[in-house]
C-alpha cells in the first residue's frame, strides 16, 4: 500500500510568488513526516520534520509545513520563491520500524 | 562530524556485468537504505538494513543484493546488469529506534551508475 502521495509532480510558479507542494499519507503509517530537497546532481537535505507537538513545523531556507491529522496531510508552502527553490522535493513517513518511505517527488520550477 | 560517504561517485559498466556500490553511516548510525533514482520515476525503495540484517526490500529482482557489515557500512551488489538499471542510487543513514528528536535520515550524495 502506497504510504506516501505526492498529488504534483511538477509545480511550475513565477519568482516571488507562492507555493504549496501538497502531500497525503496513509492513515495507517505512524505520524513522523519529513520534507527533504533535492538539488540539482546532489543527494537528498532535510527541510523540516514533524515529530510530535505543534502541528506548524518551521523549517529552512523560509519553508514550512502543516501537519493534518484529519486530513492526513502534510503540505509544504513557501510565501515566496526564489530562483535559486528550484529543485526536487520529496515528502517522506518513518513506519514502525524506523523505515523510510518516500513519496514520488514534486519538481518546483521557478520563472523569473 | 562526517557525513553519509558514497564510493564511488560515478561508476560505469557494461550490460550483463555487476556492480558493487558502497556507502558508510554516519557514526552511530545503524539504520542503511539503499534507493535508485532513475531519470522521472522518484525515489524507488531499494532495501533497509538494520543491525547487520535485511529488514525490507523493495520491488526489485533479486540481483539487487546487498549486505550490512559490523561497522554498520553497506555494499548494494546488482548483478546481470541491464541498461534500465542506469540511475542514480542513494544510500542514506538513521539512528535506532524511536529517539524522537534524532529521527532523520542522512543521505549521501549518491553513485551515479550508467550501464552501456
Known amino acids: 500500500a502506497q504510504s506516501v502521495t505526492q498529488l504534483d509532480s511538477q509545480v511550475p510558479v513565477f519568482e516571488e510568488a507562492p507555493v504549496e507542494l501538497r502531500c497525503n499519507y496513509s492513515?495507517?503509517?505512524?505520524?513522523?513526516l519529513f520534507w527533504y530537497v533535492q538539488y540539482p546532481n546532489q543527494g537528498l537535505q532535510l527541510l523540516l520534520k514533524y515529530l510530535s507537538g505543534s502541528t506548524l513545523v518551521k523549517g529552512i531556507n523560509g519553508f514550512e509545513a502543516e501537519f493534518n491529522k484529519s486530513q492526513t496531510s502534510f503540505h509544504l508552502r513557501k510565501p515566496s520563491v526564489h530562483i535559486s527553490d528550484t529543485a526536487e522535493y520529496f515528502c517522506?513517513?518513518?513506519?514502525?520500524?524506523?523505515?523510510?518511505?518516500f513519496g514520488t517527488g514534486t519538481s518546483l520550477t521557478v520563472i523569473p | 562530524e562526517a557525513g553519509v560517504t558514497q564510493s564511488p561517485t560515478h561508476l560505469i559498466k557494461t550490460r550483463g556485468q555487476q556492480a558493487t556500490l558502497r556507502c558508510s553511516p554516519i557514526?552511530?548510525?545503524?539504520?542503511v537504505y539503499w534507493y535508485q533514482q532513475a531519470l522521472g520515476l522518484g525515489l524507488q525503495f531499494l532495501l533497509w538494513?538494520?543491525?547487520?540484517?535485511?529488514?525490507n526490500r523493495g520491488n526489485f529482482p533479486p540481483r539487487f543484493s546487498g549486505r550490512q557489515f559490523p561497522n554498520y557500512s553497506s555494499e548494494l551488489n546488482v548483478n546481470a546488469l541491464e541498461l534500465e538499471d542506469s540511475a542514480l542510487y542513494l544510500c542514506?543513514?538513521?539512528?535506532?529506534?524511536?529517539?524522537?528528536?534524532?529521527?532523520?535520515?542522512?543521505f549521501g550524495q549518491g553513485t551515479r551508475l550508467t550501464v552501456v
Open positions: 542514506a543513514s538513521s539512528p535506532a529506534g524511536w529517539d524522537r528528536g534524532r529521527t532523520e535520515a542522512f
Open positions: 492513515s495507517s503509517v505512524s505520524v513522523y
Open positions: 557514526s552511530g548510525h545503524t539504520s
Open positions: 517522506a513517513v518513518v513506519k514502525t520500524g524506523n523505515q523510510f518511505y
Open positions: 538494513y538494520d543491525e547487520g540484517e535485511e529488514r
